[in-house]
């Protein structure tokens, strides 16, 4: 009996055991857990240093300026929308995009005053003046360490984001002017069968190209259509200007004085002025891209960012061809978009690290960028199937190989900037070719000379 | 440990009940009343520690505000062309402008950035690295700088960058002798070409704007403020504010911490705003923060205190309810084992105790019930054995019977046969009429003798008696036919199993409150072991096997039962031999007269 008992009673004393020291252990737990969570913590972010205040939580806020003031703007927004939403970075990009016309005064601006975003897009023809001024970072070091590949870059683009062998910048596209046509009003001119655009060579091939179809089209359609109060119609200049053999010069090789090929100039300046004289380039078009989506141009002279978002106008029946060789070589005027760090006097290695990697993703994401027209920079990308399969990219994608750049000089653009005042004195009748062609090279020198 | 444990199961169930009660209920009282203690005090600290971060916060941003104005004063030189070629011009271009047209310039552009209309500004220096610097300081016109101006307006510390550096407040002279406390705004004016350094820009801004905005923040003793500069130099210093030769430098970006100051400690919560890049601080002692917290955590205590009073009380009446009726069947069991059955529990309630107390009376009242049925039984057959014996005697036949017998000895003349006819006679109505039981010691002595008499007449010269009684005992009550066996027993034991003569001494005196007879003979006494055995039987009231050596058991137990264990028989051998049987009984004057009621 007693046996029993005790056998009875042994199993449940130590489930009792076993219970209080479970309770009391929870209870050393929560209590413990109370303690703990009660207590206050010192919170101390050194982030707010720099600015940022919503950063503690570990991701860094990115700002990302671009000068598109094409169609182009759409597809870059929706790329970095995708990557704020696919990278595992922590990486927050905002972006900001900018008129072109002010871009480059904003961005040394904010680079002077030390407001510069982390990443921007620098037309490759601005690095000679920003590389030398210290404006933009220099990023051989950073690139090693992210693993940027740089042999999948096209070497031509590339060359020009680097010096003495340093890299300051992620080659992104590269752009031209191109010939935008509407396939109607070209079968109407009967310039334009089988897929075929029919034009002879040389100026007067060109200018009997115009002429036919000025002649075919109704009175309200122009025949070429380029902007004119812009850059554009420098770029339509230079364009004739470097097709010709010993043209495309402004300066003497060390850059110090200008000099142009004057004869080259002459012909190249004469035949643009030609074109506005006949009207095969109307006066008064007031936004060519506009007119050209409307029907109202049989033929567009603008850069290859706007196909992507002519591709989205309903019943614009349009082709895209490479400006034609009107002279000694194929070309058109180009330049390239690169990706650059604005210079902080206090960089944060993190930051400029996750700019870089943003960078290099949007550098292998061309094929995507390539949609709104431009030709990509990285080679795989522009060689890929997905970027090839898109309309017209087989036909003008060769064109990228006869790029012609503007000279890379520090005062480039004060010297553009100079050019288009220039030009549209001239096509205003304000100044005849010649005395333009006078007051070019002493122009030039002034500038040069600041 | 074990010893503890032993303890504790010996103890007793209430004191068990309450002090398990007392540990149960305290330690969870106490451990919980800490924790959330020190979690109020913490949580406090923490709300506090956060509503002075949203007001320091709250005010780096409205400082910022202002203070963005004047960055955006500080920009105005890039968007003038004029002013930015002005200043890119190395000495020898200067001449492609004149004095006239450059003073125009400047004057223009400083008269820019003076009226504003914005932000209350005394002075404006534009220090060119090229050109002619131009200066204009509080209450005179402006001029082209000399060559001390540079270091009157530029503070010492300021470091040159192209975005704006906040100079802290310092003294700046002006033209006309009088001194102006002013922070700056000191931006480096870089070209957009070629990013070269152009100059400097200097603003001042009178000190007060922004002495001002603090002082509005302080209104209470916990909003003690100071605001350092870059270098950790303080701008401003409220007086309440209490840490004293600390380093302050240290404290950039934001936060809040605890500190000890003095082995005080104090609550810092401070901000580095992201364009001044000063930083405000704000120092409070946790005493002062906490001081309702701690009020209130005393409340706490004492309401706790007085919740484990409470509580300890309950559970101790609690305890109480519930052990009291253990310790009452406890209690009565005990009177049961001493032969009272006349007991009832109350039995109220309907738990567990109530069934057990109506349980433990069922049982009490059967016991009791049963016991008496026994008994009953046990006298109702004495009473049948004596009925029969009475009914077997028939006191008349025997009395006529001896009345005959001694007529006819007196009409022979035998005088023996008369006189012990006459003894038996008055032997039998004695011992038969039994319808007095109450007798006194009077009627006992008459008895004996009567007694003793035919006894004489049987042994003759062996046996011989004296009776020794005070007049005054002779009233005395006393059972009847107690003393005839105790003179027998003597009578036995001397004269018919000895030899020789047999005297027999009766007397009867008084002893502490008690009448004691005694019956001594001179015989030859008991064995000691035999003494014993007999003091033994008559105690357990057990009657010997076999016939005879009843007597002295039955008269014991007789005096027992009437009159309590006090009283009975004591028998002892006396020194000079012979046997003493003393019967002691309670002394009284005279019979209690129940009858006569």
Redesign the interface.
């Known amino acids: 009996m007693r046996q029993q008992w005790k056998n009875y009673k042994n199993p449940g004393r130590k489930l009792w055991v076993l219970a209080v020291a479970v309770v009391v252990l929870l209870?050393l737990a929560?209590?413990m857990y109370?303690?703990e969570?009660?207590?206050?913590?010192?919170?101390?972010?050194?982030?707010?240093?720099?600015?940022n205040?919503g950063e503690a939580n570990d991701t860094i806020q990115i700002h990302f300026w671009t000068p598109f003031s094409g169609g182009d703007i759409s597809f870059m927004q929706e790329l970095v929308r995708q990557y704020n939403e696919q990278n595992t970075d922590h990486i927050q990009v905002t972006m900001k995009n900018n008129k072109l016309d002010d871009y480059y005064?904003k961005l040394?601006?904010a680079?002077?005053?030390?407001?510069a975003p982390d990443v921007a897009v620098v037309h490759a023809s601005m690095y000679a003046?920003y590389i030398?001024?210290?404006?933009i970072t220099d990023i051989s070091t950073v690139s090693t360490q992210s693993g940027v590949q740089w042999n999948r870059f096209n070497p031509a683009i590339l060359k020009r984001t680097v010096t003495d062998g340093r890299h300051y910048g992620l080659p992104l596209d590269t752009h031209f002017s191109v010939l935008y046509y509407n396939k109607k009003w070209l079968e109407q001119a009967g310039v334009y069968k089988d897929g075929q655009v029919i034009i002879k060579p040389g100026e007067e091939g060109f200018m009997e190209f115009l002429q036919t179809i000025q002649r075919k089209v109704p009175a309200d359609v122009a025949p070429l259509a380029v902007p004119n109060v812009r850059i554009d119609s420098l770029w339509l200049w230079w364009s004739l200007y470097a097709q010709m053999e010993g043209g495309g010069m402004l300066y003497t090789p060390d850059g110090s004085r200008a000099l142009l090929n004057m004869p080259a100039a002459r012909q190249s300046l004469e035949q643009v002025a030609s074109l506005y004289d006949q009207q095969l380039i109307p006066p008064d078009i007031n936004n060519a891209t506009i007119q050209f989506a409307q029907g109202k141009a049989a033929l567009l002279f603008l850069g290859v960012w706007s196909i992507g978002s002519f591709e989205q106008v309903e019943g614009l029946d349009f082709g895209v061809m490479p400006f034609p060789q009107i002279y000694d070589k194929p070309g058109s005027w180009g330049d390239a978009h690169t990706l650059a760090f604005p210079v902080h006097?206090d960089q944060d290695p993190r930051r400029l690290a996750a700019a870089v990697k943003f960078a290099e993703w949007l550098a292998n994401h061309g094929a995507v960028w390539g949609k709104a027209g431009h030709v990509p920079a990285v080679r795989d990308q522009a060689a890929s199937e997905s970027y090839l399969s898109l309309p017209y990219r087989r036909e003008y994608a060769g064109a990228a190989d006869d790029v012609e750049y503007f000279p890379e000089h520090?005062?480039q653009s004060?010297v553009n900037d100079a050019l288009v005042n220039e030009l549209e004195k001239l096509w205003y009748g304000k100044q005849t070719v010649d005395q333009m062609l006078d007051r070019l090279e002493p122009l030039i020198n002034g500038i040069l000379k600041? | 440990m074990k010893k503890w444990l032993e303890r504790w199961k010996n103890m007793r169930l209430v004191n068990r009940l309450i002090l398990m009660n007392t540990v149960l209920i305290s330690i969870p009282l106490i451990i919980s009343s800490w924790i959330s203690s020190i979690g109020y005090s913490n949580s406090i600290q923490a709300n506090v520690g956060r509503y002075q971060a949203d007001v320091v916060r709250e005010f780096t941003a409205n400082t910022d505000v202002f203070m963005n104005e004047l960055v955006l004063l500080s920009v105005t030189p890039y968007q003038s062309p004029e002013l930015l070629n002005y200043l890119e011009q190395s000495g020898s271009h200067s001449r492609e402008m004149d004095i006239y047209e450059q003073r125009l310039l400047l004057e223009s552009f400083v008269r820019r950035i003076l009226v504003n209309g914005r932000v209350d500004v005394t002075g404006v220096s534009l220090l060119s690295d090229h050109a002619r610097s131009y200066v204009e300081l509080p209450d005179s016109p402006g001029r082209f700088a000399e060559a001390a101006d540079e270091e009157r307006v530029l503070p010492v510390g300021t470091k040159l960058s192209g975005k704006g550096y906040f100079a802290a407040p310092h003294a700046l002279l002006s033209d006309n002798g009088s001194t102006y406390e002013v922070f700056s705004i000191i931006r480096q004016i870089r070209s957009l070409e070629n990013g070269r350094p152009l100059g400097t820009l200097v603003i001042n801004v009178p000190e007060e704007a922004l002495i001002q905005r603090i002082r509005n923040l302080e209104s209470s003793q916990t909003s003690a403020f100071a605001m350092v500069d870059q270098q950790g130099n303080y701008i401003y210093r409220s007086s309440a504010f209490v840490l004293t030769d600390q380093v302050l430098t240290g404290y950039r970006g934001e936060g809040t911490l605890t500190l000890d100051n003095d082995g005080q400690p104090v609550l810092l919560t401070y901000q580095t705003s992201p364009v001044t890049g000063w930083t405000v601080l704000q120092a409070v002692p946790l005493s002062v923060l906490l001081q309702d917290a701690s009020r209130i955590n005393q409340q706490m205590i004492w309401l706790g205190g007085l919740c484990l009073l409470l509580s300890v009380l309950l559970s101790v009446i609690h305890s109480m309810r519930i052990t009291r009726p253990l310790s009452r069947l406890r209690d009565s069991m005990k009177l049961v084992e001493r032969g009272q059955f006349d007991i009832e529990l109350p039995a109220r309630n309907m738990d567990e105790i109530g069934h057990l107390s109506r349980a433990f009376n069922m049982m009490v009242s059967r016991l009791g019930r049963l016991t008496y049925r026994l008994y009953e039984t046990e006298i109702r057959e004495k009473n049948a054995q004596i009925a029969s014996l009475q009914s077997q005697i028939n006191p008349h036949f025997l009395y006529n019977t001896l009345g005959s017998i001694s007529m006819y000895a007196e009409l022979e003349d035998n005088r023996e046969i008369v006189q012990m006819t006459g003894h038996l006679s008055a032997l039998l109505r004695y011992s038969i009429g039994g319808e007095h039981t109450d007798v006194t010691i009077a009627q006992e002595l008459e008895h004996v003798r009567g007694y003793l008499a035919i006894q004489q007449i049987r042994y003759g010269e062996r046996l011989s008696y004296e009776v020794d009684a005070p007049e005054q005992w002779l009233n005395c009550p006393m059972i009847r036919l107690t003393l005839q066996p105790v003179v027998e027993n003597a009578i036995v034991h001397g004269l018919e199993r000895g030899r020789g003569n047999v005297h027999i001494v009766i007397r009867v005196c008084q002893e502490a409150g008690s009448v004691k007879m005694m019956v001594q003979d001179n015989g030859p006494g008991m064995e000691e072991h035999e003494l014993a055995e007999q003091n033994d039987k008559m105690n357990k009231g057990v009657l010997p096997e076999g016939p005879g050596g009843h007597g002295l058991v039955n008269v014991h137990r007789r005096i027992v039962l009437k009159y309590g264990q006090a009283y009975g028989l004591r028998l002892h051998n006396l020194e000079e031999g012979g046997l003493q049987v003393s019967i002691i009984v309670p002394a009284a004057l005279q019979i209690p007269d129940a009858r006569q009621a």
């Open positions: 209870l929560y209590s109370a303690l969570s009660n207590r206050r913590q010192d919170t101390v972010s050194q982030l707010a240093l720099k600015g205040v005064t040394s601006t680079i002077v005053t030390e407001e003046q030398p001024a210290q404006f006097s520090p005062k004060e600041e």
